[in-house]
């Protein structure tokens, strides 16, 4: 099925169901429906048809869930762009995708006045109104487009169309494109639900980005479902976060490892104080296992879900939460309708306990990067069966006797210090293991006599931690070349536009230390 065809089902089967809850709009499924089917017609009205892309320039709010099954009703691709992107970058995203039409917020304008400035492809932009009630210069009132009549669109496209297009990190810098069908997206999203026990009576709490993948899955898996999304902009203030969990008993609540960091470290919080809790599931990177049990402290009975992906396929793997236990550090087994292998540079299975590149092969895998085939050639390689095509994730993984996976580290995040190769994700797991250190995260920094020397930077839980603390905690539990040699403190970690921990911007501030 096409996404926006479960937004329709839902409708006509649910409509007085609360789809979407945020800060200050409620709307009801039929309302979700008729306000996309609106917007889709002003966007066809205005030039956009099938295959056309569209990005959708918001923070979380209404206005941009809306906009995604909008875009998909007219035919069109929609591509997520993280608020806080820059005009430089935006104007680079034009160029790339060649969008038809911007959906954004008076806020951002400037922005986007400013990366226009940059381009001349003409386009068509639809803004949210200013808090003066006033629509930005050079855009279409938002608010206009919603009054359009809901006439369908008829654009005649397949489940096999491009879906979105959403942005990744790339290794020159310059981000990539990857490309999602309907039918990719479909599938993600099924087996997804499916390991998490997901259902329409499910009420689901999103911080997360809708540009960050794992964000936007929220949204398209709960109206998969039929079920409620309660949208937040960020997790900046927790407790009026866990007070919104209360009001709306939500019952999942996805996580990246800062924000169960943060968690961790308010002590005023008691076991259980989110009742209604189902589930809690875990994105972005590995917990460490010291954090996991501290989770499961604060959160009795609830289903702890420790995962690993990427945005070319989505999810990879999950650990059942029965086997938190036996299987400690471990980011679990292939998701439903997918395998997932872990092979030498031949392409040959390597046995348990040795590491190798893991490689995802299933129906949620991409199409590949917008007009970039080397990058695609580089990623998606020929696999069985013969005409199938298989994804090289780049990261390094190993498996126990029971084919569990663990996650050893990326390829080029591999630290050779004195002759050894070292895996930062193993010395920030000790450090996260120190009671006065709230996160960590670990690089090389090039070093004359050791090649690269293990550098540690720390947000401290406890301010009286020293470095000299640290060295004798890390010598107790690592071997001696996998000590840091650099420690400095910090704030917090430097992080990119989608929270995640950067090694690269990490090793920036530690070189500023030295």
């Known amino acids: ?31 979700l429906d008729d306000l996309a089917s609106r917007l889709a017609a002003a966007l066809a009205a205005n030039g956009v048809g099938r295959g056309d892309r569209v990005l959708v320039f918001m923070d979380n709010c209404w206005e941009a869930a809306v906009s995604i099954f909008a875009v998909l009703k007219a035919g069109a691709v929609f591509s997520p762009i993280n608020a806080s992107t820059k005009a430089d970058k935006l104007a680079y995203l034009i160029g790339d995708c060649e969008p038809a039409a911007i959906l954004t917020q008076a806020k951002l304008m400037p922005v986007v006045s400013r990366a226009r400035s940059l381009s001349s492809r003409p386009l068509f ?30 654009h005649g496209g397949a489940d096999t169309d491009l879906a979105m ?24 999203a099924e087996s997804i639900t499916s390991y998490l026990r997901n259902s329409a009576d499910d009420v689901i709490l999103n911080v997360l980005p809708l540009a960050f993948d794992y964000g936007l899955y929220q949204l398209l898996m ?58 809690v599931s875990n994105t972005a990177a590995a917990l460490p296992p010291v954090h996991i049990a501290r989770l499961r402290e604060l959160f009795p009975g609830v289903r702890l879900y420790s995962m690993y992906g990427l945005t070319e396929c989505k999810r990879c793997t999950y650990l059942p939460p029965e086997e938190l236990d036996r299987r400690p550090g ?5 998701i439903p309708a997918t395998e997932a ?68 580290g990326r390829k080029d995040d591999i630290i050779k210090t004195r002759g050894e190769k070292v895996a930062p994700k193993e010395v920030e797991a000790v450090l996260h293991a120190h009671p006065g250190i709230a996160e960590a995260v670990v690089t090389g920094m090039p070093d004359p006599i050791l090649g690269h020397a293990i550098a540690a930077l720390v947000v401290r839980s406890d301010e009286a931690l020293s470095e000299r603390d640290i060295v004798r905690h890390c010598a107790m539990h690592l071997e001696d070349f996998m000590v840091p040699k650099l420690i400095a403190f910090h704030n917090e970690l430097p992080k990119t536009e989608t929270g995640k921990v950067s090694r690269r911007l990490a090793a920036e501030v530690l070189g500023a230390a030295r």
Not at 8 to 22: F, Q, S
Not at 330 to 334: D, L, M, Q, R, T
Not at 350 to 361: D, T, Y
Request: with cysteine; glycine share 8%; net charge neutral.
């Open 222 to 279: 709960a109206v998969r479902l039929g079920a409620t999304l309660v949208l937040e902009k960020s997790f900046a203030f927790p407790q009026a976060i866990f007070e919104r969990i209360r009001a709306e008993q939500v019952t999942g609540f996805p996580l990246v490892p800062t924000m169960a960091a943060l968690i961790l470290q308010m002590r005023d919080l008691a076991p259980g104080f989110l009742p209604s809790l189902r589930y």
């Open 330 to 334: 471990s980011v679990g087994i292939a």
């Open 1 to 31: 099925m096409r996404v926006e065809e479960f937004l329709i089902a839902n409708g006509a089967a649910r409509p007085t169901k609360t789809a979407l809850v945020t800060e200050r709009v409620r709307l009801r499924y039929d309302e």
């Open 125 to 154: 932009i639809a803004s949210t109104p200013a808090p003066s009630g006033l629509v930005p210069q050079d855009a279409a009132s938002f608010e206009d487009c919603l009054a359009t009549a809901p006439v369908p669109v008829g």
């Open 341 to 408: 292998l872990v092979l030498d540079d031949a392409g040959n299975r390597v046995p348990p306990g040795v590491a190798g590149e893991l490689v995802i092969r299933g129906p949620h895998v991409m199409q590949g990067y917008w007009r970039n085939e080397a990058a695609t050639r580089q990623m998606l390689r020929p696999g069985p069966p013969p005409w199938g095509r298989q994804l090289h994730t780049g990261d390094l993984f190993r498996t126990d006797e029971e084919g569990f996976l663990y996650f050893v």
């Open 165 to 188: 297009l959403i942005y990744t990190s790339g290794s020159t810098g310059r981000p990539k494109g990857v490309m999602m069908t309907h039918r990719n997206v479909d599938a993600a």
